[in-house]
């Protein structure tokens, strides 16, 4: 990108970046990563220097490289609103590595000395979980993050660096304490005395990360470029809402995110609980019954007052009772913030982008907030309907529609399906020994619940 050549309404960063180093090593540099914690890190720079630059990590897709590379790693945010576009260059990625191509440019990464945070958002099934959330270790192969992890951090040991944070930015709950676990489970087979040494000298901050972005369409760089005059192929388009809040609980030195609206806390549980609960809770419901209901995007689904209605008793009356909140944290305020976030017609926000990998997200989203309502002998009408509704999905009922399911355990679910009836399929997805047992179990009132809704979605 030739930024002499570009308009004045695109803000540029403010900092000299070839005098910057690299402080961050960052894991599934997708939209959202530059959609949030890039555009922090870009302002955070901008307001007080640092060598803060990102080395971005795709484990396989060499697509963000191929886009990013040749300009330099420099690329445009755009902010989208019935207001306008707001748009901004932003500076902070210095280079894209592509794991499976060049392993050991991104162990070299990890074990530089300027290296003090390695961040991830690789999507709920980057974490190579089984269904009971333990470690996979058929999944967490050569071509995982845990390989690089375990192989970059064993150089740092040896060479006596010292530790690093490594920030799980991932919609899980407990996601930097799972990443621990996890890296644990893995380093206690490969490597248990770098799991102890990692247990002493880094730390893994939980961390509440909130942007929508949807994935950039052709028509998104044509729109955006005529306004630039240039073509930009790393163009990301979000909304102007943006929250990020971190424990602070850091190996060493971090950017002054705060300096740019991160919120740095004791205990991000309860802002964590509201995200996933209310925010992606409803969001899944809204993809699953929103493509049910024929409706392509979000802000159309949102607009469907049977479905408005049924996204707010999912937040208001279901998920809300299971958050413990805090002083300061206004619920219902929220629940309403988020039905216009929705609403916003300019993002172009596609629903089956959100019913992606629904085996990975429907435990943390749903499951939990059912658990908790049954264990005080409620039941939960709004998520049995998104329920009913991705059971729907996986069995193939938006294929002609919408394409074919996209979920690591789509071929499972698929066989799991055949020549079952619906109260059968409850039974071996909540039942006692269940696929999602581990989450959360169907008693004699959800099933009936669950079967009903599943007839009339039918
Ligand atoms: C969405 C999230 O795709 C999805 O599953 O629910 O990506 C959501 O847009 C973000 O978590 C918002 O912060």
């Known amino acids: 990108m030739n930024l002499d050549r570009l308009p004045a309404e695109v803000e540029p960063f403010g900092y000299d970046r070839d005098a910057r180093g690299i402080g961050i090593v960052h894991f599934g540099i997708g939209a959202f990563h530059r959609a949030h914690q890039a555009w922090y890190t870009d302002r955070a720079m901008t307001a007080d220097g640092g060598d803060w630059m990102i080395c971005g990590v795709s484990l396989r ?26 748009l901004r260059t932003i500076g ?10 060049d392993p050991a440019a991104v162990i070299d990464r990890i074990a530089a000395p300027g290296t003090h945070i390695i961040s991830f958002t690789v999507t709920e099934k980057g974490y190579c979980r089984a269904g009971d959330g333990s470690l996979d270790l058929a999944l967490a192969g050569p071509g995982s993050l845990y390989r690089f992890l375990r192989e970059g951090l064993a150089r740092r040991r040896d060479a006596g660096l010292p530790g ?26 490969h490597d248990p005395a770098l799991g102890e040494w990692v247990a002493s ?16 369409t052709d028509g ?10 240039v073509r930009d192929e790393g163009i990301i388009v979000t909304e102007p809402f943006s929250q990020w809040v971190i424990e602070d609980r850091f190996a060493g030195p971090r950017p002054v995110w705060e300096k740019v609206g991160a919120e740095l806390v004791a205990d991000v549980v309860p802002y964590e609980t509201a995200k996933l609960r209310m925010l992606n809770g409803a969001h899944s419901l809204l993809a699953y019954c929103g493509l049910r209901r024929g409706h392509g995007f979000v802000h159309e689904a949102v607009g469907d007052p049977m479905l408005h209605d049924l996204a707010s008793r999912l937040m208001l009356e279901e998920a809300r009772p299971t958050i413990a909140a805090v002083r300061g944290q206004d619920l219902a305020a929220y629940a309403a913030a988020l039905l216009d976030r929705f609403a916003n017609p300019s993002l172009h926000h596609r629903l089956i ?6 085996s990975q997200k429907i435990p943390q989203r749903w499951l939990a907030t059912v658990a908790a309502r049954q264990g005080e002998g409620k039941t939960s ?9 991705w059971m729907q999905h996986v ?11 996209d979920d690591p355990m789509a071929g499972r679910l698929t066989a799991l399906w055949e020549g079952k009836t619906a109260p059968e399929m409850v039974q071996a997805l909540f039942g006692e020994n269940g696929l999602f047992a581990a989450s959360w179990q169907a008693d004699a009132a959800a099933t009936p619940l669950l079967v009903h809704e599943m007839a009339q979605q039918a």
């Open 61 to 86: 897709s060499p697509d963000v490289a191929e886009q990013l590379n040749p300009q330099d790693g420099l690329y445009t945010l755009a902010e989208r609103s019935a207001q306008g576009t707001v």
């Open 92 to 101: 902070a990625v210095r280079e894209v590595l592509v794991a499976s191509h």
């Open 164 to 189: 690093v944070t490594l920030l799980s930015c991932d919609n899980l709950a407990d996601n930097g304490p799972q990443l621990a676990r996890l890296l644990d489970s893995y380093l206690s087979r």
């Open 201 to 216: 000298h880094c730390t893994f901050p939980m961390t509440m990360i909130d942007r929508i972005v949807p994935a950039t």
């Open 220 to 229: 998104d760089r044509e729109e955006i470029g005529a306004i630039m005059g």
């Open 353 to 358: 982008q959100i019913a992606m990998d629904g």
């Open 381 to 389: 009408p709004a998520i049995m309907a998104g329920l009913a509704a």
């Open 395 to 405: 069995r193939g009922a938006n294929v002609a529609q919408w394409g074919p399911v």
